[in-house]
T-cell receptor
């Protein structure tokens, strides 16, 4: 799986859009980009994933550059409850027997300021 | 309508004891996982399991063993507990209908294990 690089921490004002970058310059053609977050004392939560097209769901939008070497997770109207560690993970997905699980890096600690 | 549940939420025990943590999912997923999050907050895969195959992270001591009575349950049994086993353990599950969806995992709330 391709390595990802994220800023250690970011601040965002409540009500504004939070834009979380992720670099994955060694991503290969069959690898997807997944985003998870972990709110303090809770289990990780799946947010969104994509291959090459931009994606949007009820939680966030995912913008993937045309060369797929980087992506941005956008929380359109951040609230205090969005304060969490956000993880960008690049995976091929399972291709044969059992899956071998996700590899979580250090992520970005997003702090939403009131 | 909890998707992935774990019991107990907290577990305090003595070194050398044997303990189990239970996990249940009602999402109809075929694949389940156990992760360990240590004091430095690093989250690492321990096992993944479906009804066909168990994949074990080679760094996991053989004192840890997953047990699956049925597709909706994957319990974690730990023998001869050590101080270093203190951590938060998360169970997760994912669908297998399409390859890329396997990585959309749903996590439980975690079990906080403290070994004294």
């Amino acid at each position: 799986d391709a390595k990802t690089t994220q800023p250690t921490s970011m601040d965002c004002a409540e009500g504004r859009a939070a834009n979380l970058p992720c670099n994955h310059s060694t991503i290969s053609g069959n690898e997807y980009v997944y985003w998870y977050r972990q709110i303090h004392s809770q289990g990780p939560q799946y947010i969104i994933h994509g291959l090459k097209n931009n994606e949007t769901n009820e939680m966030a939008s995912l913008i993937i550059t045309e060369d797929r070497k980087s992506s941005t997770l956008i929380l359109p109207h951040a609230t205090l409850r969005d304060t969490a560690v956000y993880y960008c993970i690049v995976r091929t997905g399972y291709s044969g027997g059992g899956a071998d699980g996700l590899t979580f890096g250090k992520g970005t600690h997003l702090i939403i300021q009131p | 309508d909890t998707a992935v549940s774990q019991t107990p939420k907290y577990l305090v025990t003595q070194m050398g004891n044997d303990k189990s943590i239970k996990c249940e999912q009602n999402l109809g997923h075929d694949t389940m996982y156990w992760y360990k999050q240590d004091s430095k907050k690093f989250l690492k895969i321990m096992f993944s399991y479906n009804n066909k195959e168990l994949i074990i992270n080679e760094t996991v001591p053989n004192r840890f063993s997953p047990k699956s009575p049925d597709k909706a349950h994957l319990n974690l049994h730990i023998n001869s507990l050590e101080l270093g086993d203190s951590a938060v353990y998360f169970c997760a599950s994912s669908p297998t209908s399409q390859i890329h969806l396997r990585e959309t995992q749903y996590f439980g709330p975690g079990t906080r294990l403290l070994v004294l």
